[in-house]
């Protein structure tokens, strides 16, 4: 079993940035990936950054693209995202997601990821 807890959300005017981080426990060395989803409301969560855990290869949503970055602390067992350049519509709750072990399937779809974290706010006003 993986442990995720996601910190670092809050209230941010537009423009502004933020940090969250994700941190794991547990059995952690079966991770071969980790991520970050949105969700609106109203909406369905949705893909926004990842990270492969060995070999730190990222992927973006497009709409996040050149302002957010997704790095991992492998001695922490730590993963963030930073947030710059925020916009109204980046407000949701983010969720921090774990993937256990390579698998084929595409890395935007939520079923990819076993371990899920509770979710942070983050309000972005104009």
């Known amino acids: 079993q993986v442990q995720l807890v996601e910190s670092g959300g809050g209230l941010v005017q537009a423009g502004g940035s933020l940090r969250l981080s994700c941190a794991a426990s547990?059995?952690?060395?079966?991770?071969?990936?980790m991520a970050w989803f949105r969700q609106a409301p109203g909406k369905e969560r949705e893909f926004v950054a990842r990270?492969?855990?060995?070999?730190?290869?990222?992927y973006y949503a497009d709409s996040v693209k050149g302002r957010f970055t997704i790095s991992r602390d492998n001695a922490k067992n730590t993963v963030s995202l930073q947030m710059n350049s925020l916009k109204p519509e980046d407000t949701a709750v983010y969720y921090c997601?774990?993937?256990?072990?390579?698998?084929?399937?595409?890395?935007?779809?939520?079923?990819?990821?076993?371990?899920w974290g509770q979710g942070t706010q983050v309000t972005v006003s104009s």
């Open positions: 997601a774990a993937q256990a072990s390579y698998s084929g399937g595409d890395y935007y779809t939520e079923r990819m990821y076993s371990y």
């Open positions: 547990g059995r952690t060395f079966i991770t071969y990936a």
């Open positions: 990270i492969t855990w060995s070999h730190a290869q990222t």
